[in-house]
């Protein structure tokens, strides 16, 4: 796969020498369990069936009903899509459901598998394999439409994976990316000083890191046994214009209130609605080449 990184500065100016393998072995293992495995449990999901996940994608669907505006699903027909980071396969269902020709890629096993099943189950054209979206394993300019959802700030090197992305675009092609925004509300909760400093750095001083704090990284990710994603990293808006400076558009929005703290008060609906779009979670980015 990939061999040992280059020497990287961090936002703090702190560089630091990283070995890309080691860490795509951490992701390897740690996302082996499907990202959506807690949910399904308490969904009281416990098989694969198609009735089970079909009940998993309404719940997910319904919970960020935001997707179907920023993934163009209804322009996917005979189109050649990748989805980049799979989790427990919603997204990838909805694209193949589109009549898309699908492609998966995900560094882990285990949502590789989850994705071929559905779509052997539904008879949908496409497949998933296993693999780095900083190595991707095809060809330039292969597909019409990327779709990366919350996978790209866990590489540990997302200035890279955004650059795979436009190679992989066809001219003219789009992709929808989310990652996590470093000025969302939570990063004011739980770093203020370091979010303020964020919020003011020079963009173009920006180089990809790993978020090394396990309680901000746990905030976002966890596993069963409790232990946050190997690796995170976060971007305010002008950083990810910045990282995407060789698309010939760049459009981001915010979405995504969480329901810690006071926010459990709020219905969350109303929360992403009026909050959303200016201290959310995630940043939603729509490129095209
Ligand atoms: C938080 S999950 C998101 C899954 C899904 N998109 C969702 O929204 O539910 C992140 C996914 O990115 C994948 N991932 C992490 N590093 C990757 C890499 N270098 N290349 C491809 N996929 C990667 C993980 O294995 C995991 O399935």
């Known amino acids: 796969m990939v061999t040992k990184g280059e020497g990287m500065m961090a936002a703090d100016g702190v560089s630091s020498d990283v070995d890309q393998n080691q860490i795509d072995e951490a992701n390897s293992a740690f996302w082996n369990e499907l990202c959506g495995t807690q949910l399904a449990q308490s969904l009281g999901i416990t098989d694969d069936s198609m009735e089970s996940l079909r009940r998993f994608d309404a719940w997910y669907m319904d919970f960020y009903p935001y997707l179907e505006t920023h993934i163009p699903f209804q322009s996917f027909s005979g189109q050649k899509v990748l989805e980049v980071g799979l989790g427990y396969g919603t997204v990838a269902q909805r694209i193949a459901d589109s009549g898309a020709i699908y492609s998966g890629l995900d560094i882990a096993a285990g949502p590789v598998d989850m994705a071929n099943r559905r779509l052997a189950t539904t008879n949908a054209e496409g497949a998933a394999v296993c693999g780095s979206i900083l190595d991707a394993p095809f060809p330039d300019a292969e597909f ?77 990710d966890v596993n069963a046994a409790g232990a946050g994603a190997p690796q995170t990293e976060f971007v305010t808006r002008s950083e990810l214009t910045y990282l995407t400076r060789d698309f010939a558009s760049c459009d981001i929005v915010a979405e995504n209130i969480g329901s810690e703290s006071v926010l459990r008060f709020l219905p969350r609906p109303i929360a992403c609605r009026l909050l959303g779009p200016y201290i959310g979670l995630d940043l939603y980015c729509r490129l095209v080449k």
């Open 144 to 220: 019409d439409y990327v779709v990366a959802i919350g996978s790209l700030h866990h590489t540990g090197a997302l200035d890279r994976a955004l650059c795979e992305v436009h190679r992989l675009l066809k001219p003219g092609g789009g992709a929808t990316v989310m990652v996590y925004n470093a000025a969302s509300y939570r990063q004011w909760a739980l770093s203020p000083l370091k979010t303020l400093r964020r919020r003011w750095s020079d963009p173009a001083r920006y180089v990809s890191h790993n978020e090394a704090d396990e309680r901000m990284r746990g905030a976002y």
